[in-house]
């Protein structure tokens, strides 16, 4: 079992901060809305999975934020921080680790919100710091719209580049590309929304690299609470019609396939022995398949 370090637990920090503001943002606009909702936190501990030696020590746990409103159809906010073995079947395909060596620790922050308003996008967000021989940050951010304007999608895309060209001229380009190849459903030969950025194996081999990955996935955290909340104004008011109200169930539809069939983050925290209502959160509350 990997031990908790020094970064694992500054990345923690921010990551819990991080969730505050969002959800202090998203419950600012339901009130904006006259709603009076507000997140309930539930805090979970960590269980051994099938495959791991007996857990020693503390094995981590997380807190689930859940809020349901008038604005905010469901939106989850989960921060976790986890260690232990990963199972033999499974060690070998995680980076750094192998059936001789299957321990880690991980800390992440995982967004998922589905809107009440078919106008307004729905959203997912994720990052993360994982330690096994080797350690990394990954995360990312899409946009999901059952009924996509152009111009969100330019103004969201707008504040990832402007963060990833903080940081490397290059990050854009690679990012956005692996978020329409990650984000897609090949059953159906299309993409869940309209794309983002994705990444993964941002590798610290060092303390300068450690700072230098920690700052982007920072800048992609603060460029998630820049931008979205503004779409969530600018559409939350908007009339919509049964149709727009279904198609928007339908895309709700293909979300969850997706996530049930391809998200890396949903088989790592089953595999992991993650809290069930945090890991299935993302699923939508009400969705169609014609």
């Known amino acids: 079992m990997t031990d908790w370090t020094p970064y694992t637990e ?37 269980q051994s999975v099938e495959g ?32 232990g073995d990963f199972s033999p079947q499974f060690a070998g395909s995680i980076n750094g680790a192998s059936a001789d ?18 106008h ?36 969201f895309h707008a504040e990832f580049k402007a963060a990833c060209d903080r940081h490397d001229p290059a990050y854009y380009a690679k990012h956005k590309a692996w978020a329409d190849e990650y984000f897609y459903i090949p059953h159906r030969k299309v993409h869940r929304g309209v794309g983002g950025i994705f990444y993964d194996h941002l590798e610290c081999s060092d303390e300068a690299a450690w700072e230098a990955n920690f700052a982007y996935t920072q800048d992609v955290g603060r460029a998630f609470l820049a931008v979205f909340p503004r779409l969530v104004r600018k559409r939350m008011g908007m009339d919509f019609t049964p149709a727009d109200k279904a198609q928007q169930l339908e895309w709700r539809g293909r979300y969850a396939e997706f996530n049930l ?28 398949w014609s």
């Open 261 to 288: 069939v391809y998200d890396r983050g949903t088989l790592f925290g089953l595999k992991t022995g993650g809290n069930i209502d945090a890991i299935l959160m993302s699923l939508p509350p009400e969705a169609t």
């Open 52 to 83: 791991e030696g007996a857990p020693e020590g503390d094995t981590g746990g997380g807190t689930q934020g859940l809020m349901k409103g008038k604005v905010f159809e469901k939106v989850g906010v989960n921060v976790s921080t986890v260690r």
């Open 120 to 155: 307004v996008p729905a959203v997912h967000m994720n990052t993360r710091f994982l330690t096994t021989t080797k350690a990394w940050f990954g995360g990312g951010a899409d946009l999901n719209p059952p009924l996509p304007y152009d111009e969100d999608t330019a103004e």
């Open 10 to 46: 500054r990345a923690r920090q921010w990551f819990e901060h991080l969730r505050d503001l969002i959800c202090a943002e998203f419950e600012a606009i339901e009130r904006e809305a006259g709603s009076d909702a507000a997140f309930a936190y539930t805090p979970w501990s960590r």
């Open 101 to 118: 060596n299957p321990g880690f620790s991980a800390t992440g922050i995982s967004l998922v919100a589905h809107m009440a308003n078919p």
